[in-house]
């Protein structure tokens, strides 16, 4: 009885752990595939605030954005 009980929860416990390192896995794949902002949507940001923004600036704030992920 108590043995049951414990190789349920230790299967419970190793499921979680591989659930989520499976989920983090793909998802960090997902994102790498499939960025969710690029340089081209910072330029059209940049240029809707009324400013050309050079190289340099849009370099920037994209190495802000990675750093952050």
């Not at 499939?34 to 050309?52: A, C, T």
């Amino acid at each position: 009885m108590f043995g049951e009980i414990l190789w349920c929860i230790i299967g419970l416990v190793v499921g979680f752990i591989l659930g989520f390192l499976l989920a983090r896995y793909f998802m960090q794949k997902y994102l790498k595939k499939n960025p969710p902002i690029n340089e081209k949507m910072i330029e059209v940001m940049m240029s809707s605030m009324g400013r050309k923004p050079s190289k340099k600036q849009v370099n920037q704030v994209m190495n802000q954005m990675n750093r952050f992920m």
